[in-house]
């Protein structure tokens, strides 16, 4: 029985122990790196997003400098008018002439 006892307390001693002082090694290790992973994943993703806010502001104010003004866009809309109104009267003077 104390023989027993004894293989027991060397199996624990030489085996298991290590063994599992070996298995918790390696899931930190892994932990580590998951988590030095994730804060490089975080650091890339903050960058592209300040990335994407710079794109954006730029082509507002690109649009803002080059979008037409309130008063162009009435010039071009009365001579517009203007210019659908001189067909409409010559389409108009052939209906007229044959009345």
Known sequence: MANLAFDWTWWL???EL???AGLFWMIQRQRDRAEQQIAQL???HRAAITATRAAL???KL????R???IGYLK???TRLTEHLLRIEAKL???ARASS
């Open 92 to 94: 108009d003077l052939p």
């Open 75 to 77: 010039d071009v809309e």
């Open 18 to 20: 290590p063994a599992l």
């Open 57 to 59: 502001s730029d082509y």
């Open 13 to 15: 001693s030489a085996v």
């Open 42 to 44: 975080q650091a890339e």
């Open 62 to 65: 690109e649009v803002a400098q």
């Open 67 to 69: 979008y037409a003004s």
